[in-house]
Structures are given as structure tokens and as C-alpha cells.
């Protein structure tokens, strides 16, 4: 079994740790997955207390820490090392307490019943609900789960483990010792970020997560870790060269290399909750923009090299060439004269040769006459032998073609027949013989070759006389040879016959040619003479040839070597002037390009540390604004000794840009640098987008990748997310609100590897993983909650509206809408620009790519040269056009700049009015709404003619719009304090320095040292001003002793008119007024006479502003419908509590467009669904519908937000909602609503014009009752009375009563049946006690304030003012604003609510008029504290950020140090109030006016007074002291040198919300405001020193008491009557407390003298 200690430890040296945990993560690797892990000494010990813990029996543990710092992956490995079965939950939508008990229920079995070591992995974002946690404590706490099983699971469960506990001899239950068993071997890890607000809940509501949890906290790694780990991880990367290269060279501020650089980045931004992964996402980001960079430094460094190294090479041979070019010259002439001479030779030879040639000439003229004539001869012979020539030889062939067989055959004929032997006679006449016997002719035909012979007969042997013979022969025996005879005759017979006929013809020819042939042949001769001749001429021409062809040789050889030499310089100085024209041409280029090679060698030496600043920004600066961006990158570039570092030209182009823009993307420098983090992060990006253009560009721009976009609210959200993952697509998630606990796996890529694949856990399914996959989160909440395990695993992304990307935003749409035609030139020109830029690069690529790639000499490469010209020629035109582009751009840039002044306006307006959300979560605006207003700003008509004075009107327009419609999202009593806000954020000018400050209560003064300096003070005030303000004027003196002098308060004669006047805001001396700014009187005034302030400051106010009221029109819900509500944007109305609109609006829908198509839902548990569906049904009907109390379901809202926002609604369809304020009411349906208040207007007249508004004129002349109008009327006015009157509590009412427009139509609807009624008179008395004991009378529960309501109803509804008649003529009474006019008209009652003023009388209510000093009094306090509250800085008190905070703590810190230290509470401690040892006590403890341990002892014979006084002190000083130990933790945080612990946030907290913490106010309830309540309690502290005095000296009655000195003025009166009584010897019951007015009572000798 387990022993009670598990294994025994074993010492291991660093050495072998480090080689066995190496050696688990080789193992974990094969088996499940890569660890992306660097072995340093914390993971080494990260790993060795988790092993220490978790083979301990029932070993559980507590992993604190921050994200990233290598907590689950320790486990991991000591889980394998150890074969533990690790278990955690598989997060999917539909996990519940349900699933998690079944989970539980697994490794409780594998636990107790299989008994294996199992091991329950649990992290933040798994613990949905509190639930989990309480269920894993008490399984810690007792080894079980209350009603985990039912009975009836556990018999069968645990039926296996009764053998094993018999056998251990278990003593206990089956089910103790299956606890036993699940104790020891099922071990906890809790993974929980200690960053998060909800860790100390959890442990506080969980005891059992630190009694029975081993606890180790994980936070950061050392410095030491944090410098090595970029070494061991870029070490490949850079090389250890570049790690080492910046610890040769200058060293960095506080560290020597590069790794220290990435510790001072991350540091930096440790307020800003920087995590372990942050840092290692930064040095993959590092490495991502290191290598991509570096590659293309290198590439650009390489061709450029080529390129330079090209023209260097150029310059280098045209020198070399003009060298060469000046020798061959003097070598060129040589030849040419070598050249001359043996040309002069040649000519004498050619002088001859040229005789010879002419006699020739003369021998080939007669040559060719000759040869005419002997052609002419041939010619004629040629004719006549044409015709016979063709048929001897046709016979010829007819003789060639007989057979020998058939000579054979005639000549074995014993005698021929005639016809044979006539032709054979022929035949042998012609070929000469004689002889023609039989005998003759065999002989002949036998004769070898005889048919040859015949063949090849020659016609000229034929004789004349053999010739007639045969001519005789044909005559005589002519028969025998015609061709039918002969061919009968026999086959030799014909041919024989037509060759002799035909020779005998020939012969005739021949005869007649006979004498040409014979002059042919006397020409032959004379021709061959000549030719003889002539072959002897050609002989010595030849002879001579050849002398001139050696001479020639010889003269063509220099002359080609002169040639060759010529062409050669020739082509060298072309060359030469080519080049030379090139090299010049490119010279600039030459220089520019050198230029950038050294540049690039500079950037490739600084790019680690760009890389690194790039990095940083990506990693770190995302979610920060604009400010805060540029303070912390100069921070870094002075660590990093950077000049200079621009974030968006070193990650991208101004193409890419232009681009990005085309796409959508807002062009404002945030959006862009926000626009490069998404692009180059390592981190799923996070887009808090309020605007969504961010959202839309981002799917433009990735619409080639395979994009899917989803809403995470979607039911199918999972499978689309399970698609994307598995088939590589880019999924883009809307409406994120948060970052769902299914995603983690996936966005800490904790993928698992199966064989060649990767899977990754999705919910409860594996899911196979693309490597194309990528995942973009975004939502529109402008303050979404990601809890800090979420923040650390994406980049959040923020594209709020900052103000510089407004005023582009605003001058755009200005532009737009007065001058479209400069918005159109400018994106043309910027185009245009941007593409002939491209078109430069281009070229100067194409032109370094040329020389870079030319082969061999580029001066004799024709095409490169020209090529390089023509690409010069081009970009010397762009690099012109381009400059005339920057001159035109920059003329439009001042024409667009004229209308700067507007959008820079228009975008502090905006902000000016975000303020407001710090002091009221309802008052949010949208940026859509205010670019609205602004588009209807400069829709107005104005045009004075001059862009000045359009500008100057449009801000006013502007300013009225934006007022109007902020004041009517605003509460009454928050419009004085906007009015103010707005005059100080958009009229700077209207305040000095300090003025505001002063005015806030912000600047810190000298605090009065003891009560003798007040009394000096006093001493020296001029007569006629009040000692109550005596302070105030002091302050005042001190801060602005200029403006002091100029009042001459000593002047009483001047000051008499503004000392008494009830108006002395407008009395002011002449002189004083002309000397002061507007905002001193109000300083002045603020000091003398605080109690005309507030009308003062709404006089200001409306000034400044331009305005005729602060207050905007009364509200008009059909007005309000009619021209300003959209079908798409619901109608918000803000309610105050007893105010309500739903009765108004129901009539009014009704109205409009009738009941049947206005539905309302009271909102309320259970009525979400329902509310959801009729909210579908009415968006697609067309109709209205009203959802009452949203401040009941604010976590349902976001669902209703997302359901809104994707509604394509009817154009008819309206959604009213209506709200009181609540804290956590989301901002995005704040922002995206049109929000209206819905309270009492302020003031009489605007109370009564409202209720005129909402009654038509028909309704008030209804039964034609004059009486019934003025009722009406009086009612009207009633209601706004005692509505009003609230103003004045407690003098007015004893409290907030809410009477609401119910009561005013219960009562009307009272009137209608009084005067009704048929008898004459209407019964008053009736009305009466209806009115007191229900209507209204039935919300009042004080006497006194029962008789003031009582006097109203019986002034308001009597017959006298009631009369139908005109007062005039008898006495009637009236109302205080006079008679009621007997008419039906409405207009007549609208004139006299008309001719109110804006402000009540305290007449109006009965009240004395001194009243309105001390109500305006309180109002101005309200408003200045109201004031105060914008001042802070957003959300400051939500996250630690040591810049933010010291700068809103600094007035605190300021003015308590100063009247800490001023005064002598320094010196004055309560020394027993704390034990000695400071550091045990909590900061925050109360101390009360109870006694406590070193509380002064109460001496029985002390006097009651004394007692007091010195407990009173005590307290005060122990007040004192907790004060000063908290600011002084405060202080030791904010400067570092202390942690930020709860109490000490909780101090903070308050401070930075201008709220008293309350560990101060349980030891007394001072003022709201922390100044004024540090300036009380050192005054009070220091007045009771003085008190204290006196009554140790026995004088303290003798005087005037001021109880404003004393926290506890009741104990006081308490104390007081204890002594008195004591003195009186009688009892403390029977005293009064008798109040005079007049300064020596008669009374004031027995008691005190009271003065308050």
C-alpha cells in the first residue's frame, strides 16, 4: 500500500535533472506531442516540486502563476514520467455541473476502484461554474462528494473492493475506505492565473485549495532565465556573431547585448499584464520579421552589389579604353603609310596590265563579230537540216529494231522476192556497192554488224551519182518501196524502205548546204587564229596579274591592318562615347545606389534591433492607444539606442497600404499599424472593432484564403469551426464577446500528433488539423471581458476611434460634401502616384536585374545599352512627374487643410462627450450617431461665400446639434455639469493656468496651521464680505495673487451693489468686470458668493456656448418618431425611478399605428424567449414593440444586442426599450440605440409645456367646459410644483417623493367626471380628499409634508380660481403666476406656460427666496464634483498601470504630503494606535470612536467635555495615521519598490473613482470629494488641538464653539448634557437644547454657547 510520505526523494545534481527531464521530453515527444520548451534552471524546478508533490499519497497542488510560464507542461512530463493517467475536462458548449459530476465520477473510479494513480487537470477557463470548484473541494477536503451517487450506483460500484479491504483488514464502511482510496491516489492540479480578480474569490469560497493543495506559485522567470532563453533560442537564428556583435560595439543602456533588449521590451509592459507567452510569442514574432527581413536586405544588398559592381566595371574600361585608343592611333598611321607606298607600286603594274588588257579588247570585238557570222551560218544549216534530220533518224531506229532472226530468214531465201530485193538494192547503192546480185546481197546481209552499219550510215559518202542511181531505182520500182507494199513484203522491208528513201533525201539537203558549211568553216579558222592570239595576251596578262596580285596582297594586308586598327579606335571611341554618355547618365544611380548599399549594410546591422522593435509592437503595443504607442516605442528606441523607428514603413509599403485602403480599411495610421499586427502575429488576433469596417476589410482582404465567417452565437458555431480546422480555411468569428473555453486547445495549438498527423481537441471531439487554418476573433463591445489565462493566448486587437483617425475620418466626409471634386483628385492623384512609384521600382529593378545578368563587357552589349537608356530615359520622365505630382498634392493637401479646423473640432467634440460615460455608464455615445449629426451639420444651407466664415457657422451648427442631442440623453441634473465640460474641453482659450484646477477644487493649497491663522485671515477680510467664505478668499489671495489685486476688495463703496444684490452676477464693479475674464468673475463669484454660482455658471455656460438654454426641448415621443428614429436603431428611454413613459407611449402607438400593432413586454424572469420571438414576429410585420425594465435582464442583453444587429427589419418597425440606470448595462446597445431621459422636466415651464404636449387641442376643449380647461390647467400646474419642489430637500420635501404622470391622469381623469357632472357646481372638496388620501397624497408619508401637499391641492382646485370666469373685476384668488384665463383655446395656455422663466422662483412654491442660496449651493457642489469625475482617466482604477496612476493620484499625494507635512500632524502621533510592529497590521483597518487598546483612559473624575475632546483627538490622529500608512503603500507601489496587494488596490480603487475608501469612512463619514475630505481632516484634526487647550485650561465654554470642527458633534451635544447635568445635579432627560438667534441667549450661561 501507499505510505503516508509516497516515494522517497532522491539528490540529483543539475547535470542529471537536466538529462533525465530532457530525456521525458524526447519520450512525451514520440508519444504524444512536440513541447515547444527550452530546459532552463526554473522548468527544471517548475518540474521537480510538481514531481515532489504528486508522488506524495493524495498529493494535490495550486499552480498559481501567469500564462505561459511552463505550469502544464511540467505536469505533462512528470504525468509521463510517472505513467499518471491525466485527466481534464473537455470543455464543449453544453458542458455542465451535469458532465463535470460524470468526469468526476471517472477518476474517482480509476482512483478507488481500479486503483490507479489518476491526475485532475483544471484551469480557468474550464471552471464555468462556481459549482466545479465546491464539488473539487470537498472531494479534497473529505475524499468524497455529498449525493454524487445514488445508492443505487454505489452497491454494484463498489462490490470489487470488498475482497481488497477485508484483505487489508479495513476496519470502516466499503464506501470510507473507496474514499480512502480516491484521497491517496486521485491527485488535484489547479492551473488558476493569479493576475485574475476571480483567483482570491475562488480560494477565499474553497479553503481547501491552500489547507489541502500544495501551493506553488509560477509567476514570471528570473532575469537571469529571461536573458538566456533568447540566446539558447535564436542562437541558430542569428548566430552567436550578432548575439555578440552588440556587446563589442557601444553597449546598451543597462545590459550589453541584444537578449537584454528583449528583456526591456517585455518589462516595459508588465503594468500592462505582459505574460511568459507574450514573451515567447515575441521571440518567434522576433524571428518571423528577423528572417523575412534579413532575406530581403540581402537579396535587394546582392542585386544592387551586381548592378554597382556592373557600372564600376564600365567606368574602369572606358579609362583602360582611352588609354588603348590613344596608342593605336600613332600605330594606325605607320601602316597607312606602308599602305601608300606599295600602292604606288601596284598602279604602275595596273598602268601596264591595263595596255595589254585594251589590246584584248580590240581581239574580242573581232572575236565575237566572228562568231555573229559563223552563228548566222550555223543557224541557216540548222533550219534546213531541221526537217530530215528527225526522220533519218526515225529510220535509223525502225532499222535498229529488226530482228536477226529475220535477216536469217531472207537470207536463207533461194530467191528473194521483188519487192525485198528492189529495197536491198537500194540499200547497198547507197552504202556504195555496186554489185545488187542475190548472192552480193546474202553476203552483205551476213556481214557482221551490218544492221550497225546501216544504223550508222553517214548521208554525206553519198555521191551525186550513187545518189541519182537510187533516185533512178525509186523511180523505176517505186512500188516496191511505198509502205504498205513493203510491209507486206516482210518485216525488215519497210524499215530498209523509208531509210533508204530517207537518205536519198538527205542527201539533197546536204548538197544544198554544201557552201555555207564551207564558209562556216573559213570563219572557224580565222577564229581559232585570233583565240591563239589571245591565249598568248592572256598569258602575260596572267604574269603580270600575279606580280600586282602579290603587290596587291601584300598592300591589302597593311591596308587591313590599318582598316582593322581604324575600325578598332573607331569602335573604341563609339564605345567610348556610349559609355561614357551611360556611365554618365546612370552616375546618379551609381551614387544612389552606393547610397542604399551602405544603408542596407546599416539596416542589416541595426534590423535586430528593429526586428526586435517591430516584434515588441506586434507582441506588446496592440491594444494600447495612439499615446501610449508612441511614448513606449521612443522608450524602447532610446533603450535600444535607436534614432528612429517607424513602424509601418518597416513592416510595409505604401503600395500595400494603398491597397489595404482600396480594401477598406480605415486610413488612419492606428489602423494600419493595427492592420500589420494582424498580419504578422503569432497569436490568434483579437478585433475589438465598435464600427466594424476593421471586421469587413479583414474578410475582404483574406477573401482568397478560403474565408468562412461565423457569428459566435451561431448554433452551428462548432461545426463550422470543426470544417475550418480540418479542411485549412480561414475562419473569421463575429460578436466574440469573449474567448469561448472550447477554443483554448486550438488557440494554444496543443495539437497531438497521430502518425504523420496532427489532431487537436475540440470540445469533446478530436478533430484532425490543417496547417492552412487560421482563426480571427472580433467583436463590436468596445470593452469586452477577457479574463488574463484568455488575454495571454490572443492579440487584442483595438480599433476604437482615436482622435487623430477621427479628424481624418470627418475631413474626409467634410470634403466630400463641400468639395467632392478635391477628394476625387486627390485619391486619383494618390493612385497615379503611388503606381508610377511602383513603375519607378520596376524599372529600377529591371534596370539592376539587366546589369546584374549581363553577360561578359555590357559596353559592347548594343541591346543592354540601349535598354539601360531607354529604361533611364523612362524613369527620369517619372522621378519628373512624380515630383510635379508631390507639388500638386501638396497645393491640394493646403486647399484640403482649410477644413481641418472643422474635423479637428468635430473629433474633440466627440470625445469631449465620451467623457461622460466616466460618471454616468448610461451616457454613451455611438460614433455612427455623431458622424450623423455631423453629416446634418453640413447639410445646413449656410454659405456665407468664404470657406472661413462656412467653417466658423459649421461649428456652431455643429456644437448647437451635438448639444442638443447629448442634453437629451442626460438627467437634469448632469446638463449644467456637460455644459461645463463641453466650454472646457472646446474652449481651452476661456481659462488661464490653473483657473480650472482651481475651480475643481484640484489645486493644492497651504491647509490653515491652527485656528489663530484663520482668525488672522479673518482679521485681515474687508468688512462687508462674509467670514464664512474667509477660506475660500484666502485660497483664492494665495493661488491667484494677481487676479486678487485686481478686485480691490477693500473698496467697500464699489463691492456695496454686488454684496446685496440677489443678482450679483450681474452687478460686478465696472472696473472688475473689464479686467476679468468671463471664468475669473465665476472664480471670484465662486469665492464671495457661493450662492449665485450655479445661475452663474449656467450664464457662462450659455455664452461661451452661444446657446439661449442649457435645457433642450421638452421630450416628444412623436416627434422623436417621426424625425429621427430608424427601423434599425431602437429607442432607448432612460428612466428615473418613479418616472414613466409607458402610458404616454401606448397612447401615442396607438395613436400612430394602432393597438393592434403595439405589443409591449414587461421584462422579468422567464420572459427572455418570449420577448425574443416577438421581437422576430414584429421586425418582419412591420410593428411596434416595447420592452419595459431592461435594468431587470441586463445579462440578457448582449443576446438581444447580437439578435438586433442582425435583423433586416420592416421599414415600419420600431423597438422602444426603457431602462433605469444600471451599472452593467452593455455599451454596445447604449451606444447603438437612440437614447432619450424620461424624468420631471427641469423646471416649471418646461414641466408644464410637456404636459401641453402630450394633451391635444381637442382634449382640452372636450365638452366645452371652461371650468374643465382651467382645471386642467391648474392641475398642470400643480403637478409641476410638487415635482419641482423635490429640489428642496429637506427644506422642501422631507425626502425624494415619486410622484409621476399616473397620478396627474388619475386626477385629470377626476376633473372630466367633476365637471361633468349635470348639477352647476363642481364639488372642489371631493377632488380634495381623493387627491390627499390617493392620488397623490397616498406617496407621502411625513405630517409635515402631508400639510404643505394638503395647502397646494386646496390653493390649486377652488372655485374662486376655478371659476370659468376672467379674474379681472372681482376678487378672485389666483396662482401665483396670476389668473387662469377662461378659455378652450390650448394656445392661450401655452402663451402664459411661455411667459415663465426658465428658472423657478421660490416664490412659485411658497418658499422664502433666501432658499435658492442654499439650493444653489448644493447644486454647484454636485456639478463641480460631477466635474471633477470626467477628469480621471478611463477605467484607470481597472487595470495597474503606474503611469496612469501616478499622474490621477498626484493631486492626493500633492495635498496630503503638503498639509501633512505642514501641519504638525507629523509630529503628533497616536503612538498606541498601532503595535510597533507596522508591518503586521493591515493596511485598511478601521479605527472607530470605540475604545481601543491605547484609546486615552477614562478617568472617572475626567469632565464629560474633556473626555471627549481627548478620545475625539485620539481617533483623529489614529485617522491620521491609517491615512498616511495607506497613501505611503500607495506610494511604495506606485515607485516599485512594493507589491500591489488587495487592500491596497481597494485604496486605490476609490481614490481613482474621487470616492473616500471606505476603510477611511467607517472611522468617520467625511465629504464625498478625497481633497476636501483630507483638507477636513487635518483642519478638524488641528482645530481640536485649540479645543483640546481649552478644555485642559477650563475655558472652552467661554467662548463661541464652532461644532464644524468636530467629527462627532452629536457625542458633543451628548458630552455637553452629561456635564451640564452633572453640574445642574439633575438628570440628563429633563435638559433642552434651546436654539437662539440672537447671540447672548438667556439660556447660554447654564449650558454652552452653540454657533452652527
Known sequence: GHNSFGRPLGRLSSADLLQVVGKAVVSYGREHRQLDIILFPEVLDHVSRVERVLTSPGGSLLLSGRSGVGRRTALALV???????????????????????????TVMQQAGIEGREAVMLLEDHQLLDPVFLELVNSLL????????????????????????????????????????????????????????????????????????CSFQSMECWSQRSMLEIPRMFLGGLLGARVLRTLEEARPMTGGKD????????????????????????????????????????????AHLQAGLTKLNEAATLVDQLKRKAAEQKVLLAQKQEEADAALNEITASMQQASEQRSQMEVLKQQQSQERAKLEKRKK?????????????????????????????????????????????????????????????????????GVKEDIQNFDARKISPEIRESVQELLQRNGKSFESAVAKRASTIALPLASWVKANVRFSYVLEKIGPLEKEQSVLQENLSYSEARLAKLVRVLEALDRKVSDMRMRFEQRTTEAAKLKMEVEKEEETIAAAGNLVGKLEDERERWSGQVGTLSKE?????????????????????????????????MAALELESFDFRRFLSTESEQLVWKSEGLPSDDLSVENALVILHNQRCPFLVDPSQRATEWLKTHLKESRLESVRQQDANFTTTLELAVRFGKTLVVQEADGVEPLLFPLLRRELVSQGPRYVVQIGDKMVDYNESFSLFLSTRNPQPEIPPDAAAIVTKVNFSTTKAGLVSQLLGATILHERPELEQRKTDLLRTEEEMKVQLAGLEESLLQELATAEGNILENKVLLQSLNETKAKSSTIAASLHESHQLQASLDQERDSYLPLATFGSNLFFVIGDLSKLNRMYQFSLSSFLSLFQRALESKEDLGNTELRIQALVSILQALVYEHTCRSLFKDARLMFALHLVRGMHPRQFQESEWEAFTGQLVQEVVRRQESLKQIKSSLPAWCDLEHAQAISSLKNNFPALYDKLQLNSEEAWKAFSRSPHCEREFPVFVQKKLTSFQQLLVLQALRPDRLQTAMEGFAMQTLGLKQLAPAALNLKRLYQLESLPTEPILIIISPGADPSQELQEMAEDTVGAEHYHQVAMGQGQAGPALRLLQDCALNGDWLCLKNLH??????????????????????????????HLKFPAVLLQSSLKVTYE?????????????????????????????????????????????????IPQGWSKFYEFTNADMRAAASIIDRLCSAQSGKVQWNFMHG?????????????????????????????????????????????????????????????????????TNKPSFFGLPENIERSSQQSVSRMVISQLKVLQRHQDSEGVFDREVWLKELAPVFKLWNKIYQGSELARKKSSKLFPSNSSSVTPGTSTSSTTTPGTPSADPSTPPLTAFIALELHNALGLSQLVQWDLEALQRVLKGSALLSPSVRAIAGSLLRHQVPSSWSKAWEGPDDPLLYLRSLVSKTMALGTWQDRAQSGKLLEEPLNLAELFHPDTFLNALRQQTARKLRCSMDSLKLVCSWSTLASSAGKGGKGKG
Open 1240 to 1288: 420631471a422636466p427641469p423646471s416649471i415651464k418646461r414641466n408644464m409645456q410637456r404636459t401641453y404636449e402630450a394633451w391635444s387641442p381637442e382634449y382640452i376643449s372636450q365638452g366645452n367646459s371652461v371650468v374643465r380647461s382651467q382645471a386642467l390647467f391648474a392641475l398642470s400646474w400643480f403637478h409641476s410644483i410638487v415635482q419641482e419642489r423635490r429640489q428642496y
Open 1330 to 1398: 381623493l387627491m390627499e388620501s390617493a392620488i397623490y397624497g397616498g406617496r407621502v408619508d411625513n405630517s409635515f409634508d402631508m400639510q404643505v401637499l394638503s395647502t397646494y391641492i386646496q390653493q390649486c382646485f377652488n372655485s374662486s380660481v376655478l371659476s370659468g370666469q376672467s379674474g379681472v373685476g372681482h376678487t378672485a384668488a389666483t396662482l401665483p403666476i396670476g389668473n387662469i384665463p377662461p378659455s378652450l383655446r390650448i394656445q392661450d395656455y401655452h402663451s402664459i406656460i411661455g411667459s415663465l422663466s426658465e
Open 380 to 448: 541557216a544549216i540548222d533550219i534546213e537540216l531541221s526537217e530530215i534530220e528527225p526522220l533519218v533518224q526515225e529510220t535509223r531506229q525502225a532499222v535498229g529494231s529488226i530482228k536477226p532472226e529475220t535477216l536469217s530468214e531472207i537470207r536463207a531465201l533461194r530467191a528473194p522476192p521483188d519487192v525485198i530485193r528492189d529495197i536491198l538494192e537500194g540499200v547497198l547503192r547507197i552504202m556504195g556497192v555496186f554489185d545488187t546480185s542475190w548472192g552480193s546481197m546474202r553476203s552483205f546481209l551476213a556481214r557482221r
Open 1192 to 1221: 431587470l435582464v441586463t445579462s440578457w442583453l448582449p443576446v438581444l444586442e447580437k439578435e438586433l444587429n442582425s435583423l433586416q427589419p420592416h421599414r415600419n418597425f420600431r423597438l422602444w426599450l426603457t431602462t433605469e440606470v
Open 604 to 636: 542589416l546591422e541595426q534590423l535586430p534591433k528593429r526586428a526586435l522593435m517591430a516584434a515588441g509592437f506586434v507582441c506588446y503595443l496592440s491594444q494600447a492607444p495612439e499615446d501610449q504607442r508612441r511614448e513606449r516605442l521612443n522608450s524602447w
Open 141 to 212: 477536503s473529505a475524499g468524497e462528494v455529498p449525493g454524487l451517487y445514488t445508492p443505487e450506483e454505489l452497491e454494484p460500484l463498489l462490490s470489487p473492493l470488498k475482497d481488497e479491504a477485508s484483505q487489508e483488514g479495513f476496519r470502516g464502511s466499503l464506501f470510507s475506505y473507496f474514499s480512502q482510496r480516491v484521497r491517496s491516489r486521485l491527485h488535484f492540479v489547479l492551473i488558476m492565473d493569479s493576475s485574475s480578480p476571480e483567483f482570491s474569490v475562488h480560494c477565499e469560497a474553497n479553503p481547501a485549495l491552500y489547507t489541502r
Open 258 to 301: 541584444l537578449a537584454r533588449g528583449f528583456l526591456q521590451v517585455h518589462t516595459s509592459c508588465l503594468p500592462d499584464g505582459a505574460t511568459p507567452r507574450h514573451y515567447v510569442s515575441l521571440l518567434h514574432t522576433y524571428q518571423d520579421v528577423y528572417s523575412t527581413k534579413k532575406k530581403g536586405i540581402l537579396k535587394r544588398q
Open 79 to 105: 504525468a509521463h514520467m510517472h505513467q499518471l493517467e491525466l485527466f481534464t475536462p473537455h470543455v464543449s458548449r453544453s458542458y455542465g455541473t451535469k458532465q463535470f459530476k460524470t468526469d468526476l465520477k
